[in-house]
């Protein structure tokens, strides 16, 4: 037994290791801000905030962006926080890691009714200055902590004999993603429940394949429905 999960520890620290080696994944990330990635894992700690905010916002111009992300406001809100509860908040997400999303529903690599097609009318261009706007607007937040014990226990602890490492080492410890210059585990802490519940069971069934490696697929598979309600409402609470 004790030899079985020494194994499996094993192998989640090599896709661990091989998720790290990946961050400027070429093919999602053609043009974009090698840069500031590349220096950011290695001293976040003695940067300063305002060297933060521009990590996290990436290559584009917020300002431009504002004007640009017109077309985005009716669903996620002026400043990223939609009231729709599927219409994921964008406040503060890493500007990547939102560029990466649009391209992958315009390759449909990720796909959903509303959003492809409204990915399919954003040039390359405006995608970086859009994601600019909305990673620097003020981080999202949920309404009140849920208390949900079961979804807390799941968030901060791994279950090895289902393969599940706990959400928080790569999301953070309250969700919020690791550092400023790691774009590659976004921000769900304070995330709609509605949003998360649905995004989780696309990765359980595999109508959403588009994380690095198939991390999260591999994450959420043998987790219950009921676990993943759980697990939904601690985090949108954070
Ligand atoms: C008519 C409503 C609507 C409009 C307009 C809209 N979106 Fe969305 N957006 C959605 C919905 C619904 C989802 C969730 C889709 C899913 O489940 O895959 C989404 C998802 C996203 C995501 C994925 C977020 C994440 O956390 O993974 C990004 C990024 C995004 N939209 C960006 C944009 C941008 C940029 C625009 C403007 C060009 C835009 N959206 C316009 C409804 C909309
Ligand atoms: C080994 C690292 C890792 C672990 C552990 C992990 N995740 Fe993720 N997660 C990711 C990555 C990478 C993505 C981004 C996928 C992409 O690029 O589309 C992601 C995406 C997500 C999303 C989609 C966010 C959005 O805005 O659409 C949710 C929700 C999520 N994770 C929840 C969880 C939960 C809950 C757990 C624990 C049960 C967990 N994750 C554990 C790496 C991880």
Redesign the pocket.
């Known amino acids: 037994m004790l030899q079985r999960k020494t194994i499996i520890s094993a192998c989640l620290t090599l896709v661990a290791v091989l998720l790290s080696t990946a961050v400027p994944a070429a093919s999602d990330n053609p043009s974009s801000q090698p840069s500031a990635q590349a220096s950011a894992g290695q001293q976040p700690a003695d940067k300063t905030s305002a060297d933060a905010a521009k990590l996290r916002i990436g290559s584009g111009d917020p300002v431009a962006g504002k004007t640009?992300?017109?077309?985005?406001?009716?669903?996620?809100g002026e400043d990223g926080n939609?009231m729709?509860p599927?219409?994921?908040?964008?406040a503060g997400?890493y500007g990547a890691?939102?560029?990466?999303?649009?391209r992958n529903?315009q390759a449909t690599s990720?796909?959903?009714q509303?959003?492809?097609p409204?990915?399919s009318?954003?040039s390359d261009a405006?995608?970086a200055d859009?994601?600019a706007y909305?990673a620097s607007q003020p981080m999202m937040k949920g309404d009140a902590p849920s208390g949900n014990q079961l979804g807390k226990k799941l968030f901060e602890n791994d279950d090895l004999s289902r393969m599940m490492v706990r959400c928080n080492s790569c999301h953070g410890t309250s969700g919020k993603g690791q550092n400023p210059g790691n774009p590659l585990y976004?921000?769900?802490g304070g995330?709609h429940k509605a949003?998360l519940y649905?995004?989780l069971l696309?990765f359980k069934n595999g109508v959403?394949n588009n994380s690095n490696g198939g991390v999260m697929n591999i994450t959420v598979h043998r987790l219950s429905d009921a676990e993943i309600d759980a697990l939904a409402d601690y985090i949108s609470g954070l």
Do not use: E, W
Request: glycine share 4%.
């Open positions: 640009k992300a017109d077309l985005c406001f009716g669903c996620h939609s729709d599927q219409s994921p908040k964008l997400q890691y939102i560029a990466k999303q649009v529903y990720r796909t959903h509303i959003m492809s409204m990915a009318t954003v405006d995608l859009i994601s909305f976004p921000v769900i995330q949003y649905g995004q696309n959403r």
